[in-house]
């Protein structure tokens, strides 16, 4: 008598996993990107984009396509002005550790400066258009005082401090002179580690890309005669690249970061457990002996 609900649970339970199969299929089709299903030697493109402010997304992108034996050789799209010190210097870490296994090629969009230039160091081809912004490798940090302005308006700040640079950088008092010596040595410290994985990721003497370091921006095409990029040309360009350097004959299959869940995906796990949940409740033997592994 219990073989029949056991059957029935087994026969539902396939036909929601075809279910969410279908579902990652439309979902893949629908981004207009092609699927990880695809057959052949592949090369996974990463897109990076905007300010750069946390690095773990876009590592674990990096990192999965690294160990896909499939993909031969990664493409990381790169637009964006800079950002965070650290984000940047752990996805630099992700870009050097996955070129010593694979091919890894960057392409510059419209932008990839600052941080963004950083990241795409390691990397063993840089591609740039002839528009694309570049360069600015340097450190900045700003504050902005407001003493006067509150004066003006009658309201005065009182701090209670532990130590007398605690509040360095404050906006309610000048910057003494010890406070800036502080800042710039911090500024100078993470300047020179910049200076130093740019000049190992591109085989520079470290004169050389001080000379080039100064802050300044650079079109790809003065990247280009500085030594900063490697070749002009865009995305499909740096396919193409990325490919040869694999060894990949004949027209490269690319394969895109697998999308976000969509919530819908979400209630139907949640409803599956739901299900399981209440076939075991009501005391179906073979479905619990199933879960079970008994």
């Known amino acids: 008598m219990k073989k029949r609900p056991f059957l029935?649970?087994?026969?539902?339970?396939?036909?929601?996993?075809?279910?969410?199969?279908?579902?990652?299929?439309?979902?893949?089709?629908?981004?207009?990107?092609?699927?990880?299903?695809?057959?052949?030697?592949?090369?996974?493109?990463?897109?990076?984009?905007?300010?750069?402010?946390?690095?773990?997304?876009?590592?674990?992108?990096?990192?999965?396509?690294?160990?896909?034996?499939?993909?031969?050789?990664?493409?990381?799209?790169?637009?964006?002005?800079?950002?965070?010190?650290?984000?940047?210097?752990?996805?630099?870490?992700?870009?050097?550790?996955?070129?010593?296994?694979?091919?890894?090629?960057?392409?510059?969009?419209?932008?990839?400066?600052?941080?963004?230039?950083?990241?795409?160091?390691?990397?063993?081809?840089?591609?740039?258009?002839?528009?694309?912004?570049?360069?600015?490798?340097?450190?900045?940090?700003?504050?902005?005082?407001?003493?006067?302005l509150l004066g003006k308006v009658g309201l005065k700040?009182?701090?209670?401090?532990?130590?007398k640079h605690k509040d360095i950088g404050s906006p309610v008092r000048p910057m003494s002179g010890a406070d800036r010596e502080i800042l710039q040595s911090l500024i100078d410290d993470v300047y020179s580690q910049f200076v130093q994985a740019v000049a190992e990721s591109r085989k520079m003497e470290i004169d050389k890309v001080r000379q080039l370091a100064d802050g300044r921006i650079f079109t790809g095409r003065q990247a280009f005669e500085a030594g900063l990029v490697d070749e002009l040309g865009g995305y499909r360009d740096a396919i193409r690249v990325a490919a040869d350097l694999a060894g990949i004959e004949g027209k490269p299959k690319v394969v895109y970061p697998a999308p976000d869940k969509p919530e819908i995906f979400e209630y139907f796990v949640q409803e599956t457990a739901q299900l399981v949940k209440q076939s075991l409740q009501n005391g179906d033997a073979g479905l619990q002996f199933l879960w079970s592994g008994k």
């Open 157 to 163: 700040s009182q701090v209670v401090k532990s130590g």
């Open 8 to 148: 029935m649970a087994l026969l539902t339970l396939g036909a929601i996993f075809a279910f969410f199969l279908l579902l990652i299929v439309v979902v893949g089709k629908m981004s207009g990107r092609s699927s990880h299903f695809v057959l052949g030697e592949k090369v996974g493109y990463v897109t990076i984009t905007g300010a750069i402010t946390s690095s773990e997304k876009i590592i674990e992108q990096i990192d999965n396509f690294k160990e896909d034996s499939s993909v031969k050789a990664i493409v990381l799209r790169v637009n964006s002005p800079g950002g965070g010190v650290s984000p940047s210097q752990e996805i630099y870490d992700e870009v050097k550790a996955t070129a010593a296994v694979k091919p890894v090629v960057v392409s510059m969009g419209s932008v990839a400066a600052s941080g963004g230039y950083y990241i795409a160091a390691p990397a063993q081809r840089i591609l740039a258009n002839p528009g694309t912004i570049t360069g600015s490798i340097g450190v900045i940090m700003q504050f902005t005082n407001v003493e006067e």
